[in-house]
């Protein structure tokens, strides 16, 4: 009994020590967007020990300290605009929609495989499992020509539908996994019944396949939301989303490490916000195939 309770105990603590590894990293850059440069640079290191600021979020979402917008500066002398509330802006749409899209496409699309028999099906699986293989750098150039063509450069829908393209494929292979999980007897029963497919797929299959689109949606919000490479090569002046403006947190002085922190802070509340709002359905989308009867 003892040793039972001592094995316990020494997992708790192992439990907590990695916990409080992996969230190190994020605590230490919130802590940064609340210093001044003279705290991010001291040595030793401060944790804890210092003068608090939010002049770092007043440059990065230009607001003063009565939180009035527009009466913030918010170009350095080094030449950098920090103003980034429209480029958050931008990434939230630019993931929702993108996330919308794929979700929506790749339910149809997946359940379409997992319960319909048809020939080639198994070598278009694989074919859709490639496309996702298939280095991003390899078809930039490409959709840059493309997206010219029907003028779709610097636009939210060209950058919704290259995003949602890039996250169809993964969609597509995690909901057929969780679609082929829910017994398919349940589909023949109401045929029988005399339901139609799609009856059957908007009221039958698709709310017991909410974990899997929770657990999809997220994945497909978060790599949007990280995604440079595509915004980069598509984007021009108009939008650009905060992986690719936070280059421009290097000045002709240095880099603006401050109010980088107080923007990557700010952008980690969204995402954080979509996980909050589908966490019931998250965790058993995330364990769905895991056990088989």
């Given at each position: 009994?003892?040793?039972?309770?001592?094995?316990?105990?020494v997992?708790?603590?192992?439990?907590?020590?990695?916990?409080?590894?992996?969230?190190?990293?994020?605590?230490?850059?919130?802590?940064?967007?609340?210093?001044?440069a003279?705290?991010?640079?001291?040595?030793?290191?401060?944790?804890?020990?210092?003068?608090?600021?939010?002049?770092?979020?007043?440059?990065?979402?230009?607001?003063?300290?009565?939180?009035?917008?527009?009466?913030?500066?918010?170009?350095?002398?080094?030449?950098?605009?920090?103003?980034?509330?429209?480029?958050?802006?931008?990434?939230?749409?630019?993931?929702?929609?993108?996330?919308?899209?794929?979700?929506?496409?790749?339910?149809?699309?997946?359940?379409?495989?997992?319960?319909?028999?048809?020939?080639?099906?198994?070598?278009?699986?694989?074919?859709?499992?490639?496309?996702?293989?298939?280095?991003?750098?390899?078809?930039?150039?490409?959709?840059?020509?493309?997206?010219?063509?029907?003028?779709?450069?610097?636009?939210?829908?060209?950058?919704?539908?290259?995003?949602?393209?890039?996250?169809?494929?993964?969609?597509?292979?995690?909901?057929?996994?969780?679609?082929?999980?829910?017994?398919?007897?349940?589909?023949?029963?109401?045929l029988?019944?005399?339901?139609?497919?799609?009856?059957?797929?908007?009221?039958?299959?698709?709310?017991?396949?909410?974990?899997?689109?929770?657990?999809?949606?997220?994945?497909?919000?978060?790599?949007?939301?990280?995604?440079?490479?595509?915004?980069?090569?598509?984007?021009?002046?108009?939008?650009?989303?905060?992986?690719?403006v936070?280059?421009t947190?290097?000045?002709s002085?240095?880099?603006?490490?401050?109010?980088?922190?107080?923007?990557?802070?700010?952008?980690?509340?969204?995402?954080?916000?979509?996980?909050?709002?589908?966490?019931?359905?998250?965790?058993?989308?995330?364990?769905?195939?895991?056990?088989?009867?």
């Open positions: 009994m003892r040793q039972s309770r001592t094995a316990s105990t997992r708790t603590i192992a439990g907590w020590l990695v916990v409080a590894i992996f969230f190190f990293p994020i605590f230490f850059w919130t802590s940064v967007a609340f210093r001044d003279r705290d991010i640079f001291s040595w030793p290191p401060k944790f804890i020990d210092f003068d608090p600021t939010v002049r770092n979020f007043e440059k990065v979402f230009g607001i003063s300290l009565g939180f009035g917008y527009g009466t913030q500066e918010t170009v350095d002398p080094g030449g950098g605009n920090f103003y980034m509330a429209p480029r958050l802006l931008d990434s939230i749409i630019v993931a929702t929609f993108s996330t919308i899209l794929a979700i929506v496409v790749a339910t149809l699309a997946a359940y379409c495989l997992s319960r319909m028999h048809f020939r080639g099906r198994h070598e278009f699986v694989n074919w859709v499992l490639s496309t996702r293989m298939m280095p991003p750098v390899a078809v930039a150039i490409p959709m840059f020509f493309i997206f010219k063509q029907f003028s779709l450069l610097d636009t939210y829908l060209g950058v919704i539908l290259v995003h949602g393209l890039m996250n169809l494929p993964l969609a597509v292979l995690l909901m057929k996994s969780f679609f082929d999980d829910i017994p398919a007897e349940i589909d023949e029963s109401a029988l019944d005399g339901a139609s497919r799609w009856t059957i797929f908007r009221r039958i299959v698709l709310p017991m396949a909410k974990g899997g689109i929770a657990a999809s949606a997220v994945l497909c919000f978060i790599f949007s939301w990280t995604e440079f490479l595509f915004v980069l090569t598509l984007t021009q002046t108009g939008i650009k989303t905060v992986p690719v936070s280059s947190f290097v000045t002085i240095g880099t603006a490490w401050g109010n980088m922190a107080a923007l990557g802070a700010a952008a980690i509340v969204p995402a954080f916000i979509v996980i909050l709002l589908v966490q019931r359905h998250l965790v058993r989308g995330l364990t769905m195939g895991s056990l088989k009867q």
